[in-house]
């Protein structure tokens, strides 16, 4: 029987939705609120809307931003939205706060002219393969004003003004800055494919 | 490149249930607000607006459950708005799954709601819903309560209020035009646009020339009810005709969630 992904509850926005998109996708997972409830080996799913320091105080509280910093790696992490933000090395949202050091690079604020936030659906590219997203890369929603450069972990890329890191991957450590439960069909099968990618090698650590 | 426009359709809810007005007397029933937000995610539709019409305040545990059943069910984003009166309001509908709440009369009243949202929650998810109706003399005025009563913003400098206080979209309905089909007033769309933040318009929507109008004239998304309801124009059709004309828009898919 294939065990549970961990969804991490820090009081972020976007809970629900990942969640409900979860459970269509038949995916299993638990909630849980604090690091020492989270059994061990499971991979983890890092939501987030809203304010990179808030996140991230949130999320030390609890103990879970040491958990993801120390066991992100091994067990295997999907951030999404503001979660793959955290995952990297830190944003301009929160400058001189270290971000979780996960993935490459530093989030950037887009500017004027640019609509800000980039709100609404926008085409991704694919720059590299990695087995977590095995699908054709599609349409997504996105919602944020900033936004991770392009690096060696870019799977995905999406242009706003210029082009920016959609999805990303290390290892096991994969982030999207889309909502892809908020992207229609192509959104919940992107989502599908990393979560079950995440499942499946927990067989393997 | 820019992100796509977006194609909303609007959906007013009684009492948990999706209505239409008939010649501003009876409320025909549509449906339930779950099964019609299904159909439009999978003929094509960008997102959804909802909007309670139900102005009391035992409406609340209602709303909540449809809000929450759209939110599990729905995998496009979606805005809720009608009677929000407080930051509260917002709290409780984003919990409930909303991606974006509207607020209106209330954010006229009490503008500092804004900055209180915006801080709370973020500026993504704070709309302010502008109603608008131009004066010959005065240019396009503010209209709050349902746009019964006039007050004396102008559309130039509450844009510029809501924008600075962390609105972080607007959506912006021509009274004028509302119900009429000639057209969205472009311009009040080009005089909101002119803003940082992204401007849906609202009211007046006939054909599919006038889509491409609003998408031309800065509008990041466009709004219609009617057309979409009663299947006088496909979100395929329109897509189809905007991409032929040039603008960017998300193909519709095949298949369905």
Redesign the interface.
């Given at each position: 029987m294939s065990r549970a992904l961990a969804v991490l509850d820090y009081g972020a926005?976007n809970l629900?939705?990942l969640e409900?998109?979860l459970?269509?996708l038949n995916v299993p997972f638990v909630r849980f609120t604090e690091a020492a409830a989270v059994p061990p080996g499971v991979p983890l799913v890092l939501p987030g809307?809203?304010?990179f320091s808030a996140a991230k105080r949130a999320l030390e509280a609890r103990g879970l931003w040491e958990l993801l910093q120390r066991e992100g790696p091994v067990r295997g992490v999907l951030g999404v939205c503001l979660g793959l933000q955290l995952l990297c090395e830190g944003s301009e949202e929160a400058p001189g706060e270290a971000g979780l050091g996960l993935l490459t690079g530093v989030a950037t604020r887009f500017v004027?002219p640019l609509?800000?936030?980039?709100?609404?659906?926008?085409?991704l590219s694919q720059v590299k393969a990695h087995p977590a997203f095995p699908t054709e890369p599609?349409?997504a929603?996105?919602?944020?004003?900033y936004a991770l450069p392009v690096s060696a972990d870019t799977v995905d890329v999406c242009?706003?003004g210029a082009p920016f890191t959609a999805i990303a991957a290390r290892g096991r450590v994969l982030g999207m800055q889309h909502?892809p439960?908020?992207?229609?069909?192509?959104?919940?099968a992107a989502l599908g494919g990393a979560t079950r990618w995440l499942l499946e090698g927990t067989d393997h650590v | 490149?820019?992100?796509?426009?977006?194609i909303i359709a609007c959906l007013d809810v009684k009492r948990g249930r999706v209505v239409k007005g008939v010649q501003f007397k009876e409320l025909r029933d549509l449906g339930d607000p779950v099964e019609l937000a299904r159909r439009y995610?999978a003929e094509g539709i960008?997102e959804l607006v909802f909007l309670d019409i139900t102005a009391t305040d035992e409406n609340r545990s209602t709303q909540e459950a449809w809000v929450?059943a759209v939110?599990?069910?729905l995998?496009?984003?979606f805005t809720v708005g009608g009677g929000v009166r407080g930051v509260a309001d917002i709290r409780r509908l984003?919990?409930?799954?909303a991606?974006k709440v509207a607020i209106n009369t209330q954010a006229v009243l009490t503008p500092e709601m804004i900055d209180e949202a915006a801080a709370e929650?973020?500026?993504?998810?704070v709309v302010i819903a502008m109603d608008v109706a131009k004066d010959a003399a005065l240019g396009h005025r503010v209209f709050i309560r349902a746009g019964k009563e006039r007050t004396e913003l102008s559309l130039d400098a509450w844009t510029a209020e809501v924008v600075r206080r962390g609105a972080?979209?607007i959506l912006l309905t021509s009274i004028d035009r509302d119900g009429t089909g000639d057209g969205f007033d472009l311009d009040a769309l080009r005089t909101a646009a002119k803003s940082?933040?992204?401007v849906v318009a609202s009211g007046g929507a006939g054909t599919e020339a006038h889509f491409a109008d609003a998408l031309r004239a800065g509008a990041?998304?466009v709004l219609a009810a009617t057309l979409f309801h009663e299947a006088i124009l496909s979100p395929a059709r329109l897509k189809a005709h905007l991409l032929a004309e040039g603008i960017r828009?998300?193909?519709v898919?095949e298949?369905?969630?």
């Amino acid at each position: 029987m294939s065990r549970a992904l961990a969804v991490l509850d820090y009081g972020a926005g976007n809970l629900a939705s990942l969640e409900g998109a979860l459970a269509r996708l038949n995916v299993p997972f638990v909630r849980f609120t604090e690091a020492a409830a989270v059994p061990p080996g499971v991979p983890l799913v890092l939501p987030g809307v809203g304010h990179f320091s808030a996140a991230k105080r949130a999320l030390e509280a609890r103990g879970l931003w040491e958990l993801l910093q120390r066991e992100g790696p091994v067990r295997g992490v999907l951030g999404v939205c503001l979660g793959l933000q955290l995952l990297c090395e830190g944003s301009e949202e929160a400058p001189g706060e270290a971000g979780l050091g996960l993935l490459t690079g530093v989030a950037t604020r887009f500017v004027e002219p640019l609509k800000v936030p980039h709100m609404g659906w926008n085409e991704l590219s694919q720059v590299k393969a990695h087995p977590a997203f095995p699908t054709e890369p599609s349409w997504a929603y996105f919602v944020h004003s900033y936004a991770l450069p392009v690096s060696a972990d870019t799977v995905d890329v999406c242009v706003y003004g210029a082009p920016f890191t959609a999805i990303a991957a290390r290892g096991r450590v994969l982030g999207m800055q889309h909502h892809p439960e908020k992207s229609s069909a192509p959104g919940l099968a992107a989502l599908g494919g990393a979560t079950r990618w995440l499942l499946e090698g927990t067989d393997h650590v | 490149m820019n992100v796509a426009g977006r194609i909303i359709a609007c959906l007013d809810v009684k009492r948990g249930r999706v209505v239409k007005g008939v010649q501003f007397k009876e409320l025909r029933d549509l449906g339930d607000p779950v099964e019609l937000a299904r159909r439009y995610d999978a003929e094509g539709i960008d997102e959804l607006v909802f909007l309670d019409i139900t102005a009391t305040d035992e409406n609340r545990s209602t709303q909540e459950a449809w809000v929450s059943a759209v939110a599990r069910t729905l995998s496009i984003p979606f805005t809720v708005g009608g009677g929000v009166r407080g930051v509260a309001d917002i709290r409780r509908l984003l919990r409930a799954g909303a991606d974006k709440v509207a607020i209106n009369t209330q954010a006229v009243l009490t503008p500092e709601m804004i900055d209180e949202a915006a801080a709370e929650f973020g500026s993504q998810c704070v709309v302010i819903a502008m109603d608008v109706a131009k004066d010959a003399a005065l240019g396009h005025r503010v209209f709050i309560r349902a746009g019964k009563e006039r007050t004396e913003l102008s559309l130039d400098a509450w844009t510029a209020e809501v924008v600075r206080r962390g609105a972080g979209e607007i959506l912006l309905t021509s009274i004028d035009r509302d119900g009429t089909g000639d057209g969205f007033d472009l311009d009040a769309l080009r005089t909101a646009a002119k803003s940082s933040v992204p401007v849906v318009a609202s009211g007046g929507a006939g054909t599919e020339a006038h889509f491409a109008d609003a998408l031309r004239a800065g509008a990041s998304g466009v709004l219609a009810a009617t057309l979409f309801h009663e299947a006088i124009l496909s979100p395929a059709r329109l897509k189809a005709h905007l991409l032929a004309e040039g603008i960017r828009v998300r193909p519709v898919f095949e298949s369905s969630p």
